[in-house]
């Protein structure tokens, strides 16, 4: 058995320990996306696989047997290519995905879509938006420039920021709501934006909106492809119960 543990999450981290712990012959795989990814107990590689036809080519010549994809919910593009390539090499595939977040008694979320609605669903009249949603996707916001943002990210911006009033706030999760809502008060917002990534270590904005009495705009998540589950053991379980490719 040989397994490609595609990372980026508390999950693909618990599933790590699991994997190391129990010896069997794992690689974790990082995007590359920040500068210095948390290290793993495993053999890491770092960086794209060069589309469905890159993956393909790894399987291949790593003989991946299983491939356990623990992305996070929006990286839709990785777990898409899997899916695919996984098809093409006959090789297992799951999905360990953690489930949404729920609005609870006394939130005030709007929901929408997808990222890019969350521009509209945001007030004309200035506001203080803590933009909690990485930095891929901050330029759609130059749409609204008459915001104040304040954008968490891990790595400092290596250029310059495509809106016009921004205080960057650097940190790598897990938070807490204490932390977040000193933050949020030291920085007077009025507005949070998330992304549904579920699980607990960034709920804590959630939390803290919660406590100020602030509005959320929560995104979505993209629809995935191809089966999922939501637990350690259950992978652990899948893996033991899946005929390698090519039996
Ligand atoms: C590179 C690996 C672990 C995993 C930790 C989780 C928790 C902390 C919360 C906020 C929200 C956000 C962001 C976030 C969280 C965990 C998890 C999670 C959100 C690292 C990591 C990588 C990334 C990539 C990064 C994205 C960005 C998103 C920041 C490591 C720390 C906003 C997602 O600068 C950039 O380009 C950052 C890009 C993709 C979203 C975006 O679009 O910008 N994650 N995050 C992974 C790789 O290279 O493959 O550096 O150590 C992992 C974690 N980030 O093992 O403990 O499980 O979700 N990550 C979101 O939820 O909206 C922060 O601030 O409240
Ligand atoms: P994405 O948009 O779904 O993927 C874009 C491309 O990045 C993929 O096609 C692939 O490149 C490469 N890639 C993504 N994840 C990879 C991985 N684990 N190993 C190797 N290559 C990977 O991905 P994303 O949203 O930018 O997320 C990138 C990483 O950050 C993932 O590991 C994800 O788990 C982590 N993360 C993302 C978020 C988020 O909000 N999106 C939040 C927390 C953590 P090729 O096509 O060249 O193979």
């Not at 899997?82 to 090789?91: G, I, P, R």
């Not at 953690?98 to 609870?104: G, L, N």
Request: charge should be neutral.
């Amino acid at each position: 058995m040989r397994v490609l543990l595609l990372g980026g999450t508390t999950e693909a981290s618990a599933m790590a320990q699991r994997l190391s712990q129990t010896g069997i012959a794992t690689i974790f795989s990082y995007a590359g996306r920040t500068l210095a990814p948390v290290p793993q107990p495993l053999p890491m590689r770092v960086g794209g696989f060069g589309g469905v036809a890159g993956l393909l080519a790894y399987l291949n010549a790593e003989a991946i047997s299983h491939v356990i994809d623990a992305t996070h919910p929006f990286a839709a593009g990785m777990s898409r290519n899997a899916v695919a390539a996984c098809a093409q090499a006959d090789t297992p595939l799951i999905r360990l995905e953690r489930a949404p977040w729920v609005a609870q008694a006394g939130d005030n979320w709007t929901m929408v879509d997808r990222v890019s609605d969350m521009v509209d669903a945001l007030p004309d009249s200035p506001a203080r938006v803590f933009l909690a949603i990485g930095k891929q996707q901050i330029g759609l916001f130059s749409a609204k420039p008459q915001h104040h943002y304040i954008l968490r990210l891990i790595d400092a911006p290596d250029a310059p920021l495509p809106l016009p009033q921004t205080t960057v706030v650097l940190a790598r999760g897990p938070f807490t709501a204490q932390g977040d809502i000193a933050m949020m008060c030291q920085h007077q917002i009025t507005h949070v934006l998330a992304k549904n990534a579920g699980g607990t270590a960034a709920q804590a904005k959630l939390e803290a909106a919660r406590t100020l009495h602030l509005p959320v705009i929560m995104a979505a998540r993209p629809p995935l492809p191809g089966p999922a589950l939501d637990n350690v053991d259950a992978v652990m379980n899948w893996l033991g119960h899946s005929a390698p490719r090519g039996v």
